[in-house]
């Protein structure tokens, strides 16, 4: 959470990379695998082009680029230290952690939404994938036109929602199976 809030907080630039350099420190730490450095080397990309295109639009060339980039590496440097360890933590060792601070309840609903965050997303790539191969017109090159976002909004958003639903159905069986809700307590499994 630190480096979240110093992330946001700070603007120099070598504040910035001393954050990154925590950031990297932290990813070696929880095991990252490569995987995941791409992908968020993605986000990152796409993120800085928006960024950059909306400020360059606001404030031109000259002025635009440097505050459009600082935005999106604080914006980046934001999320990092939680996705590295959303995704370096098994979900026991995560809701344990929680539940120092938070009541056992409240620990078990978010530990189960940051772990049901990566699956939803799945399911949400697996959707956009078949519905392109089936012909629909959502592919980043369609959606510029207007009359192509109906499609996004039939073929992804709808079937997405539905699923999300249906997941979290599925969630709300399984705690109740091993009668979650039962007793004020929680019991959990001791760990290492």
């Known amino acids: 959470m630190v480096l979240s809030i110093l992330a946001l907080s700070v603007r120099a630039p ?38 950059g295109g909306l400020y360059c639009l606001r404030f031109g060339v000259a002025q635009g680029v440097w505050p459009a980039l600082r935005t999106s590496w604080q914006l980046f440097l934001a999320f990092a230290p939680g996705m590295i360890v959303v995704h370096g933590t098994s979900q026991a060792d995560l809701e344990r952690a929680m539940a120092r601070v938070l009541p056992d309840r409240t620990a078990f609903v978010l530990t189960v939404c940051l772990k049901f965050v990566p ?18 017109r959502i592919l980043p090159r369609d959606l510029v036109w207007p009359r192509n976002w ?25 705690a109740r199976a091993r009668d979650f809700g039962c007793y004020p307590h929680r019991t ?3 760990g290492n």
């Open 14 to 51: 070598v504040a910035l990379i001393a954050l990154t350099a925590a950031n990297a420190v932290l990813a070696l730490c929880f095991r990252t695998d490569a995987r995941l450095v791409r992908h968020a080397l993605r986000v990152l990309a796409w993120q800085t082009a928006v960024i």
């Open 119 to 136: 699956m939803l997303l799945a399911e949400i790539r697996t959707i956009y994938e078949a519905q392109v191969m089936r012909g629909a």
């Open 150 to 174: 109906p499609d996004l909004i039939h073929c992804v958003v709808v079937p997405a929602v539905v699923r999300g639903l249906a997941l979290a159905e599925h969630i709300a069986v399984a």
């Open 188 to 190: 959990r499994w001791p």
